[in-house]
């Protein structure tokens, strides 16, 4: 399998994180671990499903997936190919009126959100396009296309940056002092904007915190102690959540 990552053009880098193109000739089945950033994908070859409990779902070849509660497993076919479109993470909003909490934990058909006939037409011109870059500047047609005039939410584009800055640490309550604005109406625009509330976007934060360090850390313990966790049974715990597998397994095969 093999995975490409495209940097958008000056006008869509305040909305894509960045592009990719993942194409495969065999049949993989892998996971996917929560992320903070909305996924488009465009499948132009093949076609892509949701596993859960054994049982195979085939996904739409052009979809959307919203924030993700939990690890989610998926099987390609044959001779596959996709373009990833990778929204920062207030990056959605700009692009549709729907409120982004609204995929939480979902992966629904693009048409579902755009006009039918856009997508129709941005799905034959990718089956035309010999090359990947090609293949980019439709996606990026298609999404200039739809690009709307939004001011930005400056108070929740800091409290993301804070999160980030705090790998995810800092509380509910003090990220709102900070701020000065309290946490219903905070925490109302935070699940609009960026599709999940400030609580759960910190835990995932700090998820991806943990992966980072898990190679280089001395022991559960150090990575505990690291990163707030009350307790090993509670670290393990959230750790299968988001991957399925146990600290210890998942270490050995990094």
Same mark, same amino acid.
Not at 225 to 242: G, M, R, S, T
């Given at each position: 399998?093999?995975?490409?990552?495209? +940097?958008?053009?000056?006008?869509?880098?305040?909305?894509?994180?960045?592009?990719?193109?993942?194409?495969?000739?065999?049949?993989?089945?892998?996971?996917?671990?929560?992320?903070?950033?909305? &996924?488009?994908?465009?499948? !132009?070859?093949?076609?892509?499903?949701?596993?859960?409990?054994?049982?195979? =779902?085939?996904?739409?070849?052009?979809?959307?997936?919203?924030?993700?509660?939990?690890?989610? +497993?998926?099987? =390609?076919?044959?001779?596959?190919?996709?373009?990833?479109?990778?929204?920062?993470? +207030? *990056?959605?909003?700009?692009?549709?009126?729907? %409120?982004?909490?609204?995929?939480?934990?979902?992966?629904?058909?693009?048409?579902?959100?755009?006009?039918?006939?856009?997508?129709?037409?941005?799905? !034959?011109?990718?089956?035309?396009?010999?090359?990947?870059?090609?293949?980019?500047?439709?996606?990026?047609?298609? /999404? /200039?296309?739809?690009?709307?005039? @939004?001011?930005?939410?400056? /108070?929740?584009?800091?409290?993301?940056?804070?999160? !980030?800055?705090? =790998?995810?640490?800092?509380?509910?309550?003090?990220?709102?002092?900070?701020? $000065?604005?309290?946490?219903? %109406?905070?925490?109302?625009? $935070? @699940?609009?904007? &960026? *599709? +999940?509330?400030?609580?759960?976007?910190?835990?995932?934060? @700090?998820?991806?915190?943990?992966?980072?360090?898990?190679?280089?850390?001395?022991?559960?313990?150090? /990575?505990?102690?690291?990163?707030? $966790?009350?307790?090993?049974?509670?670290?393990?715990?959230?750790?299968?959540?988001?991957?399925?597998?146990?600290?210890?397994?998942?270490? @050995?095969?990094?």
């Amino acid at each position: 399998m093999s995975f490409y990552k495209i +940097t958008p053009t000056e006008e869509l880098k305040p909305y894509v994180n960045h592009f990719a193109i993942s194409e495969s000739l065999q049949q993989h089945t892998y996971k996917v671990f929560p992320s903070t950033k909305l &996924v488009i994908g465009f499948q !132009y070859k093949g076609f892509l499903n949701s596993v859960e409990n054994n049982l195979q =779902n085939t996904l739409a070849t052009a979809g959307i997936t919203g924030i993700q509660n939990s690890f989610k +497993t998926f099987e =390609n076919t044959v001779v596959t190919g996709t373009v990833l479109v990778y929204f920062t993470e +207030t *990056g959605f909003t700009y692009f549709s009126s729907l %409120p982004a909490h609204e995929l939480f934990n979902q992966s629904v058909s693009l048409d579902n959100i755009f006009e039918k006939n856009k997508i129709e037409e941005t799905e !034959y011109k990718l089956s035309l396009a010999a090359s990947h870059t090609g293949k980019i500047k439709i996606i990026e047609q298609f /999404l /200039l296309s739809q690009l709307k005039e @939004r001011k930005e939410d400056k /108070l929740i584009v800091e409290a993301v940056k804070l999160i !980030y800055q705090s =790998n995810g640490l800092i509380k509910i309550k003090e990220l709102t002092q900070k701020l $000065f604005i309290s946490q219903s %109406p905070f925490e109302k625009r $935070f @699940r609009s904007l &960026v *599709g +999940t509330t400030p609580k759960k976007f910190a835990s995932i934060v @700090r998820f991806n915190a943990v992966i980072g360090d898990l190679k280089k850390a001395r022991s559960l313990t150090d /990575l505990c102690f690291e990163h707030n $966790f009350f307790d090993q049974a509670h670290f393990i715990k959230d750790f299968k959540q988001y991957t399925g597998d146990t600290p210890e397994n998942f270490k @050995r095969l990094l």
